[in-house]
């Protein structure tokens, strides 16, 4: 048999970004921050202490489960064939060895399970120093994934790349020529992972942002359409940060959700890390265009982003002021509107979008409640609801659209409405127009026929852009009769 079919030879395994899309360290301390946002100030303590025994402290704290983490099947294909050679395979990781360890009995493939302790990093050359000390030189092939693992190749009989970019896979055959590069799916490749990126961002959602636009077109000022633009950009840019974080923070949810599973983040697409690095750059070209708009504008935008981050740590997990928060950050896009296009807002105009908006926020909630009861679980993980509040939540959905109706219903009435509409009378007939739209919309949302987010729902609904569309109407031939 020649070298590089012999049998004896071991197969070492890295473990994050290699037998895993993602990395079990980043994960753990999202999955801390999330469960227990207080001990923030603790965990930046436990950074000082350096590597090894940062990753100490963060695995007596909490682990990852293997069934939660997206694995690699090229890799699990491998190791099955060097099992059936009768060889050893060893998962040999930078990790904690708590971390390594339950990974590995998880999932009962390695004969071995090796990661850092309190006192060794096992990464880099520290990795390859242990590996030849184990198995000499060119004793071992050995599977990795990143920069970490240019200082253990050269030391492999065989150099074997998983999910590693263009880039990285030509740096292993400059170093070692004979690499093998395991087949992956198109986020290893540029194109590929900008489109993960893109999709992380969330493009679709900026359609709730278009509520910037209101007091411009409330207020009948064309004037006001160009900042009001600009500030739609920031806000587009800046939620879109949020998201990230939001979706960092939430990837134990959402592996658990049939369709949130595939976000880029919970499908090991993109690398938690990168995802910090990512919002920190929409954030700050956010503040860049808010520049160009009256402070009063950066004030609003940093007041979203500080309550929006507060809700992705706090906030969401609190029974009913979850609801209040969401329709309060639907409202704020109108008072961000107002503050760039120097546009001041009406008392009428803040009542009515304060309950509609607190109306949609509750609709995101009973999709949630439906989706749960139908996949037959009592309760949310990592909210404050359970399966028997759908009712009262319903309850308060209905409660807070009817409100909406009838503070149109009142501006409607004001003597004061005859300064901007020529025949207010025919706006009556908006009113009757989202008393049904509320009502549809509750009865599909309670039926599990609701997109996750309202908003976006009605903006792709045929009825509802339907319903939209004669409102206006009916608004603009108010004011030119």
């Not at 037998?19 to 207080?38: F, N, Q, R, V």
């Not at 682990?63 to 694995?71: N, Y």
């Not at 509520?211 to 160009?226: G, S």
């Not at 009428?348 to 679980?377: G, H």
Request: charged share 20%.
């Amino acid at each position: 048999m020649d070298e590089t079919g012999r049998t004896d030879v071991p197969l070492i395994v890295d473990l994050d970004g290699t037998l895993t899309k993602s990395d079990t360290m980043h994960e753990a301390l999202l999955l801390l921050i999330s469960k227990h946002p207080a001990k923030l100030p603790q965990i930046a303590a436990w950074l000082l202490s350096g590597k090894a025994k940062f990753k100490d402290r963060l695995a007596s704290e909490v682990l990852i489960d293997a069934a939660s983490v997206p694995i690699r099947d090229n890799v699990l294909a491998l190791i099955s064939a060097a099992k059936a050679e009768k060889r050893k395979v060893l998962l040999v990781s930078a990790s904690n060895q708590r971390q390594v360890k339950q990974i590995a009995a998880q999932l009962g493939l390695f004969d071995e399970a090796v990661g850092s302790d309190d006192t060794r990093n096992l990464s880099g050359k520290e990795k390859a120093r242990w590996l030849v000390e184990r198995f000499g030189e060119k004793g071992f092939d050995y599977i990795g994934d990143s920069n970490a693992d240019l200082d253990v190749w050269p030391a492999a009989r065989q150099a074997i790349t998983a999910g590693s970019n263009r880039t990285m896979r030509k740096r292993v055959d400059e170093i070692c020529g004979n690499a093998l590069h395991l087949a992956d799916d198109d986020s290893s490749d540029t194109f590929g992972r900008s489109r993960h990126y893109i999709k992380a961002m969330r493009p679709h959602q900026w359609l709730k942002n278009l509520l910037i636009f209101v007091p411009a077109l409330a207020a009948h000022d064309p004037a006001a359409l160009l900042p009001s633009f600009l500030a739609f950009c920031a806000f587009c840019l800046a939620a879109s940060s949020i998201y990230l974080i939001n979706d960092m923070l939430d990837l134990h949810v959402d592996r658990q959700h049939p369709r949130k599973r595939n976000r880029p983040f919970a499908a090991g697409t993109i690398p938690v890390a990168h995802g910090t690095v990512h919002s920190g750059v929409l954030l700050c070209s956010a503040l860049a265009i808010a520049g160009f708009l009256p402070p009063l504008f950066a004030t609003v935008l940093l007041g979203y982003v500080g309550l929006t981050f507060a809700y992705s740590l706090v906030l969401k997990r609190k029974l009913m002021i979850d609801i209040w928060t969401l329709g309060a950050l639907y409202t704020i896009r109108i008072v961000a509107g107002g503050a760039a296009g120097g546009i001041p807002l009406s008392e009428w105009l803040l009542a009515f979008s304060m309950f509609l908006f607190l109306s949609l926020a509750a609709v995101k909630r009973i999709s949630e409640l439906t989706d749960l009861k139908a996949r037959k679980l009592t309760s949310t993980d990592g909210r404050g609801y359970r399966v028997a509040d759908l009712p009262v939540v319903l309850g308060a959905m209905l409660a807070s659209g009817y409100c909406s109706v009838v503070i149109l219903a009142l501006y409607v009435s004001n003597a004061n409405v005859a300064s901007l509409y020529s025949e207010p009378r025919l706006l009556w007939l908006a009113c009757m127009m989202l008393l049904y739209w509320i009502n549809r919309v509750a009865i599909i949302s309670y039926r599990g026929e609701m997109h996750d987010d309202p908003i976006v729902f009605a903006l792709r609904d045929r009825i509802s852009l339907l319903v939209f569309l004669c409102c206006g109407t009916v608004f603009v031939v108010s004011a030119q009769l």
